[in-house]
């Protein structure tokens, strides 16, 4: 057994829209109304897949889900030209943010030794809760090997589970029992907080995590209001490293304490308010950065562009790499077309711990396949979506044989 974190990365969609469904996504509301591009966004997806193969890391992807989602519209009785909203609920690309399919216990933490997944309901967005059937159907087709992994069933309703974006594990190694942190929000603020207690515990039991290495430690409300509605756009972990805005959680003092008490090692990286405001922080997504550990051992920050575009969000990346704490380089990627939507290069991965040689091959990236991705979305993914156009039946032929040509160069007929 090899394991390695593997970066399973969504595809984006070939009905990537901006509809601006998700209330307390400041991103995504902003933008609402704008024209899209899929095939930028596809591009700029597939580019940072293969600058992280580039870097030596292990990469797999997710495919785009089946949009539009005729059969949600036909169980609401919507039809596309009275029910706007629910119509553009059934075209959004949202699955491509693979952060929210699953949260992922890796096998060294779980008692019987085998990596658990349970799909994410994500019952607090319309638009999100249709999707984790097809997750379900992707995720038990890529790690169908049952004597390394498990797949749960969703946490049922009302218990809003938002998966890995709300999930963060400190280890020596990842092959190495880690210290798996749920974080969760608290109803009553301006937005919803879309991540509830019960449903981490709920996950942790399922995954036979042990009591004395999983925390739960509540967000701070300040941070949900300020538009974090996932813990992942304030802090992320990997390796002995967290990495975190000073305001992400609600008591960060006895959260420290707490993480110290069950991980000693842990080497914290907190970037005080004077630094980067909460604001930068949302509006640059320094955050929802990719955490990762090298092939030479150091440790990487894959972050948004918008990063090294703002002058507070920069200098405090020159003043880390500068100092010897422990991330080392910076790695800036253009995912502009997510962004806009409230995706950064974190939402877009589900990082998944297993040896690739137990993975379904067709789930992983290489070189090759990587250019053969690159032809099909350049041929059939649509080059702009106006939100006016959502419900137009050329459109959607056109977004269906798009999604169908990719199963088919990808010999993944069993998603179709
Ligand atoms: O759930 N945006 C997503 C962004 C998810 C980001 N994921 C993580 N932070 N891990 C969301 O809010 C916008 C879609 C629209 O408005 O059409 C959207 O769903």
Not at 3 to 21: K, Q, R
Not at 40 to 65: D, E, I, S, T, V
Not at 313 to 336: E, F, H, K, Y
Request: hydrophobic share 45%; charged share 20%.
């Amino acid at each position: 057994m090899r394991l390695t974190e593997i970066n399973f990365d969504g595809i984006v969609g070939p009905s990537h829209n901006y509809a601006g469904l998700s209330l307390g996504n400041l991103a995504a509301t902003a933008h609402s109304g704008d024209v899209s591009h899929p095939r930028a966004a596809a591009l700029q997806g597939l580019a940072k897949m293969r600058h992280n193969l580039a870097l030596g890391l292990a990469q797999g992807f997710l495919l785009p889900l089946p949009r539009p989602n005729g059969e949600y519209l036909a169980r609401l009785g919507a039809e596309p030209a009275t029910a706007r909203g629910l119509t553009a609920a059934a075209w959004s690309a949202s699955a491509m943010w693979t952060a929210n399919a699953a949260t992922v216990s890796p096998a060294p933490d779980t008692a019987d030794q085998r990596c658990h997944l349970t799909p994410a309901n994500l019952v607090t967005m319309p638009h999100r809760a249709q999707e984790w059937p097809d997750t379900a159907r992707q995720l038990a087709l890529a790690f169908a090997d049952p004597a390394h992994f498990i797949l749960h069933p969703p946490i049922p309703p009302s218990f809003g589970d938002e998966g890995a974006a709300n999930h963060m594990r400190l280890c020596d190694g990842h092959a190495q029992a880690g210290v798996e942190i749920f974080v969760y929000g608290r109803a009553g603020g301006p937005f919803p907080a879309r991540q509830h207690e019960q449903a981490s515990r709920a996950v942790a039991r399922l995954h036979g995590l042990d009591p004395r290495r999983t925390l739960f430690i509540e967000q701070n409300p300040a941070a949900i209001a300020a538009g974090a509605f996932h813990n992942d756009v304030v802090a992320v972990a990997n390796a002995r490293v967290l990495f975190t805005h000073a305001e992400a959680f609600a008591e960060p003092d006895r959260a420290y304490l707490a993480i110290r008490e069950a991980f000693p090692q842990l080497e914290l990286v907190e970037v005080p308010s004077s630094a980067v405001s909460l604001a930068e922080a949302v509006r640059t997504y320094l955050f929802n950065a990719q955490l990762v550990t090298l092939p030479d051992g150091e440790t990487g920050l894959i972050v948004p562009m918008e990063c090294i575009e703002s002058a507070a969000v920069s200098a405090w990346l020159a003043r880390m790499t500068d100092g010897n704490g422990p991330i080392r380089r910076v790695l800036p990627v253009d995912v502009r077309q997510s962004m806009a939507n409230g995706g950064g290069p974190a939402c877009l991965r589900l990082r998944v711990v297993a040896d690739p040689a137990v993975v379904d091959p067709r789930f992983l990236l290489n070189e090759a396949k990587a250019a053969l991705i690159e032809g099909v979305i350049a041929r059939t993914w649509p080059e702009q979506i106006d939100p006016a156009d959502i419900g137009n039946e050329t459109l959607a032929a056109d977004v269906i044989a798009a999604r169908y040509a990719l199963l088919d160069a990808l010999d993944l007929h069993e998603l179709g």
